[in-house]
């Protein structure tokens, strides 16, 4: 089932364009060439079906992307850069009928989170995504079928027009 209703659309649509930005800006790094950061890795992923109603995902692979506004000269500059964290960040995922309870230990500051209430824009045998819209735009997509797990929050302020998307696996809590 696809969902085309007004939250959805508002969610959805932001977030691909910043990734659109995202992948835009890559190819300005090195004028008429190569990007700097012209990288891809593919590697083969075997998960395995995932069951139940609470789930422990993690991560330790990033990519970050935005503008930063610097108060002391007033300059904006852009940034990327994708990475394998120290330590790992990992979601417990709660699933509560139509809402969804997320904590998070950030694997970057070590620290336990607040709980943050997610919604469901669809659930299916086979695949489970979530949103919130706070300050940023999160989303979380799981692949049921092999616990396959991507995060992305997405924020603008004053300071920061940026995205962070982290890609890893799942498996039940128990």
């Known amino acids: 089932m696809i969902r085309t209703d007004r939250v959805y659309i508002r969610t959805l649509i932001p977030c691909l364009m910043a990734l659109c930005v995202f ?73 509560r009928g139509d809402r969804v309870d997320v904590v998070a230990f950030s694997g970057s500051t070590q620290t336990l989170e607040e709980t943050e209430e997610f919604s469901i824009v669809n659930r299916s045998t086979t695949a489970l995504l979530l949103t919130r819209q706070n300050s940023a735009v999160q989303t979380i997509s799981i692949d049921l ?10 924020n603008v302020s004053f300071l920061t027009n940026k995205t962070n998307v982290f890609v890893g696996s799942c498996r039940p809590y128990i």
Do not use: M
């Not at 950061?37 to 330790?60: A, F, M, P």
């Not at 079928?145 to 997405?154: D, G, L, M, Q, T």
């Open 23 to 95: 992948a835009v800006s890559c190819d300005r790094v090195r004028p008429g060439g190569a990007s700097l950061l012209d990288y891809s890795h593919e590697t083969t992923y075997h998960g395995s079906k995932l069951e139940g109603d609470v789930y422990l995902c993690t991560s330790d692979r990033v990519a970050e992307g935005g503008f930063y506004l610097h108060l002391d000269s007033k300059a904006v500059t852009e940034s990327y850069q994708v990475h394998t964290q120290q330590n790992v960040t990992t979601w417990r995922i709660t699933i």
């Open 145 to 154: 079928s092999n616990a396959s797990f991507v995060y992305s929050a997405h």
